[in-house]
DNA sequence: TTGTATGCGTTATCAA
DNA sequence: TTGATAACGCATACAA
């Protein structure tokens, strides 16, 4: 591979004179510009971007960290953090920690010596001790999504998932339903430990208590997020001398396994039994019968992440028009944004 | 943050010997070593990887291309992917070029300037030219997937679709369909040009003439690979004069939104219109009906992309057993691969 | 066994 | 306007 030195001979000018057409600054005369040009072309000359990181002290490009590439709701977060970074002149790379605490540990290690300009974390696979480590020494910014590492400087996205699984379940109630279980997410391994887990059963329970339904632990089954642990979770409800009519599963996925379940036991999820899921990945709409849920605002949380990380990064100049308070400091983003899930009926079918 | 040189000053030694220890080579005294590694993480050192991939030239990171990362056909492949390269410490970076030639030559280039150890393209995101550019001056392995170039160097990963495809229709034929429509691939923008687009047309033609039955041009439509289009062309179809009594979709995600159309239409799957998809992603099993398709071999191409690379990369001691003719060069790995799909039949409901 | 010095490809600071 | 040259952080050949 040529490098920039190669092009500098071959031109006949000098190394700055090439960096200065490269990075089109000064005045470089339109001659020797165009010449340089040329021989860039002709001898194919890429600029090192390794070199360019070690010397400017970053990359343009973020990382973000995902637990588990293969679920859809993860990739739609990920669409819109890339849409928006990319209008930035901002490049993304995505690492799948594939449902792993070391590996989510070690992309997130190995990106800040990477000289990443920033990372996202999206769910819990990066643990917190890793965070802990970043918090000291490190300046790279980092935006958590759906976990709450309790770090007050690491700017961090929430859904309020407590009211959401409580307006479901409420939902599940008007409908006249009174045994209604839930598929809960894990409380051990990856997932355990996202915002969103603990909190869905929070609603769960309260929306119970609220309308003075007793709550069962044996209708609380748990799975880990994946698709056929709903299937298992919900056989198991099956099984029981009195299943419920009604399941609120903490995710799509799940969900959409516990009709599998249900559809292979002979009973019809709907009419026999109602399902409720959460996320609102693409599918959920798709699928017969379609699936009831709660749409998490995922297109909210990437543009988000972007944001923060842009006020980081960019020095702001563009805050709308000018204004004669020119020391009027812009005012941070907030360290902590909740965002609320809505409920997607789909069951006036 | 700390560099080398913190390290070294700190704990009294030079730099050569914090390097040492650092990749444990030469033989540090046990003490000087033990000393070192704890001002190590007293001050919570970590190397550059920047500066070490341009020193090394190159930096133990792989990165994948994939066109659209919303699609489980690409997420299933890059896992397997994962799996392998993590085993011999190397780490994957995923790119998403998002439907976009301009995007997927883009993330090409960059990685190519980010001296990635190697470069993994799945789909046809990535240009002709840009690919051209790379044979001329560059030496990153490259490995592609599901897209013949046609550059003799390329180590390519094809799936046999004709075949595959002339199976799946001659199955809807044995079941008794004579009326059996197609949802193609686009024929322009991204998914146009992989291998399975015309080939996967060819496989449905060939089946419909060795049966005799005539080809209908109005029974091909087009999709564009995403759901959305699959449910539009199933549209088109059932409101043809004579609409089609069986679909053969190019790939599952189309199916499924064909499936979604027919029930809009108050028409049963299977029983009324067959369907049969290609490359049993996870879903496909799990939706009721249940999807018949062709199983693309993902794990096996995700696998061989690995191993190709690594052959490359490692200077391939573990070539079995020691033989004595030490001048037996490794028998390279086949520059083009071609794997087949086998048809998973799920209509024996 | 440990230290010094050079270079990886680039950018940036000065002189010229 | 252009050209040397010093970093950036690390690895390594060579000297001590």
């Known amino acids: 591979m040529p490098t920039i030195k190669d092009v500098a001979r071959q031109s006949g000018?000098?190394?700055s004179t090439v960096s200065a057409v490269l990075n089109n600054s000064s005045w470089v005369?339109?001659?020797?510009?165009a010449h340089v040009q040329n021989t860039i072309k002709e001898l194919g000359y890429r600029p090192n971007?390794?070199?360019q990181s070690l010397k400017k002290g970053h990359s343009n490009v973020v990382a973000v960290i995902v637990s588990d590439i293969a679920n859809p709701y993860f990739t739609?977060?990920?669409s819109s953090l890339q849409t928006r970074l990319m209008q930035e002149q901002l490049n993304l790379v995505i690492c799948n920690s594939n449902r792993s605490h070391d590996l989510g540990d070690k992309h997130f290690e190995?990106?800040?010596?990477r000289q990443m300009d920033g990372i996202v974390i999206i769910g819990d696979s990066v643990t917190p001790s890793a965070l802990e480590r970043w918090q000291e020494r490190d300046d790279v910014p980092v935006v958590a999504i759906e976990r709450d590492y309790g770090i007050e400087q690491l700017p961090t996205l929430l859904v309020d998932s407590e009211q959401a699984a409580f307006e479901a379940t409420s939902h599940l109630i008007e409908q006249g339903h009174t045994n209604i279980a839930m598929i809960a997410g894990p409380t051990q391994g990856v997932g355990s430990t996202t915002f969103g887990r603990s909190t869905r059963l929070e609603g769960y329970k309260r929306a119970?208590?609220?309308?003075?339904?007793?709550?069962?632990?044996?209708y609380v089954v748990e799975g880990d997020f994946q698709l056929p642990s709903g299937e298992r979770a919900m056989t198991v409800l099956l099984n029981l001398a009195q299943y419920p009519t009604a399941v609120f599963a903490a995710n799509d996925l799940m969900a959409i396994g516990a009709m599998k379940s249900i559809h292979a036991a002979g009973l019809r999820t709907r009419e026999d039994i109602a399902v409720v899921g959460y996320d609102d990945i693409s599918i959920a709409s798709i699928i017969t019968p379609s699936l009831t849920t709660l749409a998490m605002p995922k297109r909210e949380l990437g543009e988000a992440a972007a944001e923060i990380l842009l006020r980081r990064l960019r020095p702001s100049t563009r805050t709308g028009d000018v204004t004669d308070t020119k020391t009027l400091p812009l005012a941070p983003p907030?360290?902590?944004?909740i965002f609320r899930a809505a409920l997607i009926r789909r069951d006036s079918a």
């Open 208 to 218: 119970l208590e609220t309308a003075g339904i007793a709550y069962k632990p044996h």
């Open 29 to 33: 005369p339109s001659d020797t510009k």
């Open 76 to 78: 739609e977060v990920v």
């Open 49 to 51: 971007r390794v070199a």
């Open 334 to 337: 907030p360290l902590r944004q």
């Open 13 to 15: 000018v000098s190394i």
């Open 110 to 113: 190995f990106m800040l010596a």
